[in-house]
Structures are given as structure tokens and as C-alpha cells.
Nanobody, 124 residues
Framework: VQLQASGGGLVQAGGSLRLSCAGSGRTFSSYALGWFRQAPGKEREFVAAISRSGSSTYYIESVKGRFTGSRDNAENTGYLQMNSLKPEDTAVYYC??????????????????WGQGTLVTVSS
């Protein structure tokens, strides 16, 4: 499985960004997608999980109502729509593949394959 995240950038607080995660090497619908982020000086943090079909999602409390995960299995691409961004959302964002769980795990160890990360910077 190869994953490539893109779509990061610099945005003002209150703005929006959409991250993409392009998958290859294995049938895209055969694994759940996770989104993680790592802020400077902090550990990598789970953000959201998207089930294999895309019909089920899970978010950490701090992004609920602001972030929306989705996927287009026909296009082999997953997304993380981020609205109402805050400076504390600044981080490198990673997508990852969970091959074992239909809904996707909620911890780092559940994900065997990772994209390279895309930087999101939210200015105040």
C-alpha cells in the first residue's frame, strides 16, 4: 500500500482546507483510512477514521463538527475537509491505512501504512 497526502497549506484562523490521500498498490476499499497529525514538539495524534466503505466516520472531540472525513473508492482517494480552522490545528497531517479493522483503529499501532504528511499552518 502506498499513500500520498496532499492539500496542506497556510490558512487564516476560521478558514478551510481539504486534504487528500491518494492510495495505490492494493484495492482502496479493502482498508480503512485514518488521519493523524503531529504538531511541533508533540506526539502524533489520531484525528479521524473512515471506514472501508466511507459510510462510518469517527473523530476526536476537538475536531467534531469542524472536520469531515470521506472517501471516493472509485477514485482511490480519501479526504479530510477541515473547516473553522484554529491555530491549534497547525500540524503535519498524515493519512494511514488500517488493513485489519473495517472501521479503522483509533491509535497509531492500528495502521501499517502511512503517507508522507502534509503541513497545515493556521495563522491567528
Amino acid at each position: 500500500v502506498q499513500l500520498q497526502a496532499s492539500g496542506g497549506g497556510l490558512v487564516q484562523a476560521g478558514g478551510s482546507l481539504r486534504l487528500s490521500c491518494a492510495g495505490s498498490g492494493r484495492t482502496f476499499s479493502s482498508y480503512a483510512l485514518g488521519w493523524f497529525r503531529q504538531a511541533p514538539g508533540k506526539e502524533r495524534e489520531f484525528v479521524a477514521a473512515i471506514s472501508r466503505s466511507g459510510s462510518s466516520t469517527y473523530y476526536i472531540e476537538s475536531v467534531k463538527g469542524r472536520f469531515t472525513g470521506s472517501r471516493d473508492n472509485a477514485e482511490n482517494t480519501g479526504y479530510l475537509q477541515m473547516n473553522s480552522l484554529k491555530p491549534e490545528d497547525t500540524a503535519v497531517y498524515y493519512c494511514a491505512a488500517d488493513l485489519d479493522r473495517y472501521y479503522g483503529g483509533r491509535d497509531y499501532s492500528s495502521y501499517a501504512y502511512w503517507g508522507q504528511g502534509t503541513l497545515v499552518t493556521v495563522s491567528s
